[in-house]
């Protein structure tokens, strides 16, 4: 039974030795900077109508950006506008 490899172990296949499996550093030394204040942390699902995923598709295409960036606008827009109607 073939076994996952941890980290500084070598992965053995049919006698061959390969190099050491996994990253030690993943994640830290090699994180990259989306240039946010503070990193994304926390993640929301929504499930929306193949029409509408569509739509975000073609719009993200239009702005050069993902659509989990347009959701992230539309969100803080969202916040913003309500934050707004309470105060008034």
Do not use: W
Request: glycine content about 4%.
């Amino acid at each position: 039974m073939l076994q996952t490899p941890r980290y500084n172990q070598c992965v053995v296949t049919s006698g061959i030795r390969m190099r050491p499996a996994g990253n030690p550093d993943f994640g830290t030394k090699y994180r990259f900077d989306y240039g946010r204040k503070e990193p994304l942390s926390e993640q929301v699902k929504a499930q929306v109508h193949p029409s509408v995923k569509l739509q975000l598709k073609n719009l993200a295409e239009q702005k050069q950006c993902t659509v989990p960036d347009l959701i992230r606008e539309a969100i803080e827009l969202y916040l913003a506008r309500d934050q707004t109607t309470k105060a008034s």
